[in-house]
């Protein structure tokens, strides 16, 4: 049971570039989220789903973009890469409901320089 | 507006005392309040949940209280280990199922 997993671990992009962040899991949770978490911030809410075939926008939706065509995979795709998008990205998984304990990815590091 | 802040923003404590962190929040309605633990470099991983009813809940060396009558809740970690340097985050379900996290606090813990 690998959890929650992230490719890549690291990207370093040029602005303008676009990118796939990729996410899966194997718990069979309905529920899966993107969240950028900036240097001695808290976590944002970028896109979630709450199952397969539906997405909606969180918190801080502007420049990315979600898909969710099986319930293990929610890939996080950036267009058009700005400085302002340089973070870390996390995503994660829950059985049923929001409220539900989340269980996160490792991150996804990236740069936008 | 919703909002979750925590204190203090970091500490220093050495290895075996003990701690007590803080979160404010003024989330309504409120269903739950969480505490994670966020080692360096990973994900946030759940310690402890409670709800309206509970005033108190221990998880290990980690125990966790809600005042839900002042809007506050605590994390005390008792005989503190090196494993316990984290940043630790108050997260408040609202009940209209939105999450409101708070920022962390960084918790250094020095031999």
């Known amino acids: 049971n690998a959890g929650v997993t992230q490719t890549p671990k690291f990207r370093i992009l040029k602005i303008g570039q676009s990118m796939t962040l990729q996410c899966t899991q194997d718990?069979?949770?309905?529920?899966m989220y993107w969240y950028r978490q900036d240097p001695g911030m808290g976590l944002k809410l970028i896109y979630y789903?709450?199952?397969?075939?539906?997405?909606d926008k969180g918190e801080v939706p502007n420049g990315y973009n979600v898909s969710r065509s099986t319930t293990e995979d929610f890939p996080l795709r950036l267009e058009l890469a700005a400085p302002s998008q340089t973070s870390v990205y996390f995503c994660?998984?829950?059985?049923?409901?929001?409220?539900?304990?989340?269980?996160f990815g490792p991150g996804t590091r990236l740069t936008v320089l | 507006k919703n909002q979750v802040e925590q204190s203090p923003q970091s500490l220093i404590i050495l290895e075996g005392k003990n701690c007590t962190l803080q979160?404010?929040?003024?989330?309504?309605?409120?269903?739950?309040l969480r505490w994670y633990k966020q080692d360096t470099g990973r994900g946030p991983v759940s310690l402890t949940i409670?709800?309206?009813s509970e005033n108190t809940k221990s998880n290990g060396r980690y125990t966790a209280t809600l005042d839900a009558d002042t809007k506050q809740s605590s994390l005390h970690i008792t005989a503190s280990q090196l494993s316990d340097s984290a940043s630790y985050i108050c997260?408040?379900?609202?009940?209209?199922?939105?999450?409101?996290w708070g920022a962390g606090t960084k918790l250094i813990i020095k031999p």
């Open positions: 994660a998984s829950s059985y049923r409901t929001v409220t539900d304990t989340q269980y």
């Open positions: 718990m069979n949770h309905n529920y």
């Open positions: 789903s709450v199952g397969a075939g539906i997405t």
């Open positions: 979160c404010n929040y003024t989330v309504s309605p409120f269903s739950n």
């Open positions: 409670m709800t309206f």
């Open positions: 997260v408040v379900s609202e009940s209209n199922y939105q999450l409101i």
